[in-house]
């Protein structure tokens, strides 16, 4: 019983340590190059710089994703109770045109990025522990990582982050 008991705990221990809140993004993620609407290349941490001194709250979502598609209108919600904070969406969509259409398509805005390396599995999804999306990250202004893994039943906690952080 108590080798039972001891194996739980030790496997709690790990999943929740692998579940912890990180305040600054790796490395790997931050010099990973996206593309930007233009079809210019732009690192993930550019994309942090140019939105520095502001809270951001980045949206990895993809365009074949249900979840994602079916919590675009409670996004849109947050973004018009939240005017201030910067909304930045990442694609792991398969192809540009697709990422392109679905930009259309939701009314996306012109903050959109676009991971055209190996999708959630590749350096940035791995680097920042990519494993569902939708996937919301919150930044702060000081550019500490405040939220690091929301999904799409988390928006009362984005939300209440957002207000707190105006």
């Not at 249900?66 to 939240?82: G, L, R, V, W």
């Not at 791995?126 to 990582?145: C, E």
Request: charged share 30%.
């Amino acid at each position: 019983m108590k080798k039972i008991f001891a194996t739980l705990v030790c496997i709690l221990a790990m999943s929740s340590c692998s579940q912890a809140q990180k305040t600054e993004f790796a490395p790997e993620a931050l010099s990973e190059n996206l593309l930007d609407l233009n079809g210019n290349e732009i690192s993930f941490q550019e994309i942090l710089n140019q939105h520095k001194g502001k809270t951001i709250l980045i949206d990895v979502w993809a365009s074949w994703c249900s979840d994602c598609i079916k919590a675009m209108p409670k996004f849109k919600e947050m973004q018009t109770k939240n005017p201030k904070a910067v909304y930045v969406y990442i694609s792991m969509d398969k192809t540009a045109e697709k990422w392109k259409t679905g930009i259309e398509k939701y009314n996306l805005g012109n903050q959109n990025q676009y991971l055209a390396k190996d999708g959630m599995k590749g350096v940035f999804g791995k680097a920042i522990d990519l494993d569902w999306i939708p996937r919301y990250i919150v930044v702060d202004k000081k550019g500490k990582i405040v939220i690091y893994r929301a999904i799409e039943k988390d928006f009362d906690k984005l939300n209440a982050t957002l207000k707190k952080l105006k």
